[in-house]
């Protein structure tokens, strides 16, 4: 029963986007749409909402909450404020951010919001949002302008929290201790997730200066972020190879990466400063390679924000010999190791966090699918 009502809700989610999507092209009617989260530590799963959500309208309008109402409500976020404003900035799906947005919204901000920002839907999770006993969108549902989109499935912030909490102890040697932690990834790529967070994407014009920069993309971040958008400013079009999971591992060691190649190629994908990704690239950059993707400029980084190692050998050396490397100073000091210091740094706040949301996220999901009558 449960799995049928699993393959129903993604059939009907399908069509609504397909029959959305139709209405959208046939008419010229800006349909406005609001979310708000914290988005902490931002990944595919967040991308992948603002996509559904946005695709209940034409314009979608993402409201980024406080530190301070965060702290108040449930601790100190991750990332701060500037971070994870920045990354919702700079996915494709978002037309425009909100930030200081509250992380509880009363009835008197979420009018306050829907009139202003002339909302005609309101978007939320197909989780409850219920704090203190009230549903915080009950205003917009009353208004007839709530609606709601399905999770996706195998991923959340808890689960990567997870990942990081094992690399501070005993990486891929987990004790009985700690064996709750550092799940692997339990997302299931498919063609047709892909395919729609690649909807978008055009092959360049003859015309274009196609720009070339390759690397992890481990737990995307700000960091990746600004150094996209710098790379960007080289030409017109810029494809960014992403390595598989073996030669992450090679160069960086520990349990890297944290995500796989597909979660990382996803997370790529959602980046507005990104025009095509090239999956499993190829870790030494050849003269058939830049030939095949007229590739104009490659581009290197200096400083730790995306190296796939200190040292790369001579993988640049023949862009380098056509005079097409272009090597640029990092834009940031943000990169993976600045988050698994905070998570070190605060080990066992985020250990007792951790444990209580995945408990709460077993429990939704067991709820959701059934599964709770069965134990």
């Known amino acids: 029963m449960a799995h049928d009502l699993k393959r129903v809700e993604a059939q009907l989610t399908y069509l609504q986007e397909k029959l959305l999507a139709e209405k959208q092209s046939s008419s010229k009617q800006t349909v406005r749409i609001f979310m708000d ?13 603002f996509r559904l959500g946005r695709s209940l309208g034409t314009y979608l309008i993402v409201g980024v909450n406080s530190d301070d109402s965060i702290t108040e409500c449930k601790g100190p976020p991750l990332m701060k404020d500037k971070e994870r404003v920045s990354m919702v900035k700079a996915c494709k799906f978002v037309d425009e951010v909100l930030p200081g947005c509250p992380y509880i919204m009363n009835e008197d901000y979420l009018n306050f919001v829907i009139e202003k920002y002339k909302i005609d839907y309101v978007i939320h999770g197909d989780d409850p949002c219920i704090v203190n006993g009230k549903d915080v969108y009950e205003t917009a549902k009353k208004a007839g302008k709530y609606r709601s989109i399905p999770r996706t499935e195998g991923v959340s912030t808890t689960d990567i929290v997870g990942r990081m909490l094992l690399m501070t102890k005993d990486h891929h040697f987990p004790s009985n201790e700690n064996e709750i ?110 030939d095949r993707l007229k590739i104009s400029v490659v581009v290197q980084s200096t400083g730790a924000i995306n190296q796939i190692s200190p040292t790369d050998g001579n993988r640049f050396s023949f862009p380098k010999e056509i005079g097409i490397l272009n090597t640029i100073p990092s834009p940031s000091e943000f990169n993976l190791s600045s988050i698994i210091q905070r998570i070190h740094e605060n080990q066992n706040i985020f250990e007792a966090k951790y444990k209580h949301k995945l408990k709460a996220e077993q429990e939704y999901h067991d709820a959701k699918y059934g599964l709770a009558e069965r134990k």
């Open 37 to 49: 989260g914290a988005f902490d530590m931002m990944h595919y799963g967040h991308m992948n909402a």
């Open 181 to 290: 932690l550092g799940h692997t990834s339990r997302f299931l790529t498919t063609s047709h997730m892909l395919r729609l967070f690649s909807a978008d994407i055009k092959a360049p014009l003859p015309t274009m200066k196609v720009i070339y920069l390759d690397g992890a993309f481990d737990m995307f971040h700000c960091g990746h972020v600004a150094l996209l958008q710098e790379a960007k400013k080289l030409g017109d079009y810029l494809i960014v190879g992403v390595h598989n999971d073996v030669i992450v591992n090679r160069m960086q060691g520990q349990n890297l990466p944290l995500m796989n190649l597909h979660e990382r190629v996803l997370s790529v994908l959602g980046c507005r400063f990104v025009d095509d990704v090239l999956i499993d690239a190829p870790f030494q950059i050849t003269s058939e390679m830049i």
